[in-house]
């Protein structure tokens, strides 16, 4: 039975604060890649757009498929579309136009590329847009946005959710914000996932990783789920086991008897 394992990106396998070295901590990389020759499946199931993995992983790691935009874009290892749903573009000029004068900084997710409101310090492919009707023509999978807080995340996702919930989702990952699709998550987002490697594979058994509550869907819909100590307790209580970082977590998939 095939191995799929999904892994979340920032503060999972990737660690944006750390010192530059221990960014993409070289043991990950080499479990990682261990794991694949083994003749497992390694993928990403992230918030973020592809354009916000490619510059920090691109010959370094090759995924064999990405989940990113919370579910909203699939894609396979050489970026073919696997499944992609949009948000409604009247939607979110509403809420480009409600949150960007408070000065939030937002990202839109078009086509697997990052559109801004402002130039930033980004080593990859970014366009700077004006308004929606200035972004690149295509599916909008996501709006994010960057806030200062816990506490205002929680209550700009639950405003969110309450006034357009009929047609996004709003996630709290920390700080920021991914609002996507109605009806997109990241659980949702593996769910069919395993679905389409069923067809290629056969029967796969679905491993899960993440640090965070917008995790919570991916480690649900997984088979056997790994969060770290440093992890909210409502993630903790929710997983197979609790592991000190991602090679615990790689090791004890591939030791398993499925």
Excluded at 86 to 104: C, F, L, S, T, W
Excluded at 232 to 244: C, H
């Amino acid at each position: 039975m095939k191995k799929v394992f999904a892994s979340d990106f920032d503060g999972t396998l990737y660690f944006y604060k750390a010192e530059d070295d221990r960014k993409l901590p070289k043991e990950n990389v080499e479990k990682v890649k261990e794991y694949q020759a083994a003749g497992h499946l390694f993928g990403l199931c992230t918030g973020r757009q592809v354009g916000g993995l490619t510059p920090f992983i691109g010959g370094i790691i090759q995924p064999d498929f990405y989940i990113t935009s919370s579910g909203a874009n699939i894609v396979d290892s050489n970026f073919a579309p696997i499944l992609k749903r949009g948000v409604d573009r009247e939607i979110a000029d509403a809420i480009v136009r409600q949150m960007n004068p408070k000065g939030y900084r937002l990202t839109l997710d078009v086509e697997g590329d990052i559109c801004v409101f402002a130039k930033m310090d980004y080593p990859g492919k970014y366009y700077v847009i004006t308004s929606v009707d200035d972004a690149p023509k295509g599916l909008i999978h996501q709006v994010s946005i960057h806030t200062e807080s816990l506490d205002e995340a929680r209550d700009i996702s639950a405003m969110i959710n309450q006034t357009y919930g009929d047609k996004v989702e709003a996630f709290q990952n920390v700080v920021e914000i991914d609002i996507a699709p109605k009806g997109c998550s990241k659980g949702i987002g593996v769910k069919y996932l395993k679905e389409y490697m069923k067809e290629k594979w056969g029967d796969c058994v679905l491993y899960g990783i993440g640090d965070s509550i917008n995790d919570l869907p991916l480690i649900e819909a997984s088979d056997v789920s790994y969060t770290f100590p440093y992890a909210p307790k409502q993630v903790q209580e929710k997983v197979t086991m609790v592991v000190d970082n991602i090679c615990q977590a790689l090791d004890d998939s591939m030791q398993r008897k499925d």
